[in-house]
C-alpha cells in the first residue's frame, strides 16, 4: 500500500512558476513508476509527466513538454513536478500516481495503469 500526497498547487499569473511535491509513504517507493496527471473542469484526466523507478526515463504530454520537469528523490520518497512558463490552460487539479514497473516497461502512459493515486492539489494560473 502506498500513500500519496501532494503540495505545491495554489495561485499563480501567466508566465510564473511553481513545483509541485508528492510525498509517498512506505519503503518501497523506488519500486514504483511515477506520474503526474491533471483534470480540468469538464474534461478528462490526462498526462502531464512520467519517470521510471530510477529516474533515467522520462515523458511528457505534448501541451507541457519544453515548460515542466519531473523528476524523483528516492531516499526522500517524493516525486516532483517543476513548472514554468505557465499559461491559463494548465489551470486544473494535478495529481500524482504510482504505477508498479518493470525492466521491460518502466513509465506508464494510462491512467488505468497506476494502482495508487494521491488527493490532488489545485494549479490555478491567472491570466
Known amino acids: 500500500q502506498v500513500q500519496l500526497v501532494e503540495s505545491g498547487g495554489g495561485l499563480v499569473a501567466a508566465g510564473g512558476s511553481l513545483r509541485l511535491s508528492c510525498a509517498a509513504s512506505?519503503?518501497?517507493?523506488?519500486?514504483?513508476?511515477m506520474g503526474w496527471f491533471r483534470q480540468a473542469p469538464g474534461k478528462e484526466r490526462e498526462l502531464v509527466a512520467v519517470?521510471?523507478?530510477?529516474?533515467?526515463?522520462?515523458y511528457y504530454g505534448d501541451s507541457v513538454r519544453g515548460r515542466f520537469t519531473i523528476s524523483r528523490d528516492n531516499a526522500k520518497n517524493t516525486v516532483y513536478l517543476q513548472m514554468n512558463s505557465l499559461k491559463p490552460e494548465d489551470t486544473a487539479v494535478y495529481y500524482c500516481?504510482?504505477?508498479?514497473?518493470?525492466?521491460?516497461?518502466?513509465?506508464?502512459?494510462?491512467?488505468?495503469?497506476?494502482?495508487?493515486w494521491g488527493q490532488g492539489t489545485q494549479v490555478t494560473v491567472s491570466s
Open positions: 519517470i521510471s523507478r530510477s529516474g533515467s526515463t522520462n
Open positions: 500516481a504510482a504505477a508498479t514497473a518493470t525492466a521491460g516497461f518502466p513509465i506508464k502512459f494510462r491512467t488505468y495503469e497506476y494502482d495508487y
Open positions: 512506505g519503503r518501497t517507493f523506488s519500486t514504483y513508476a
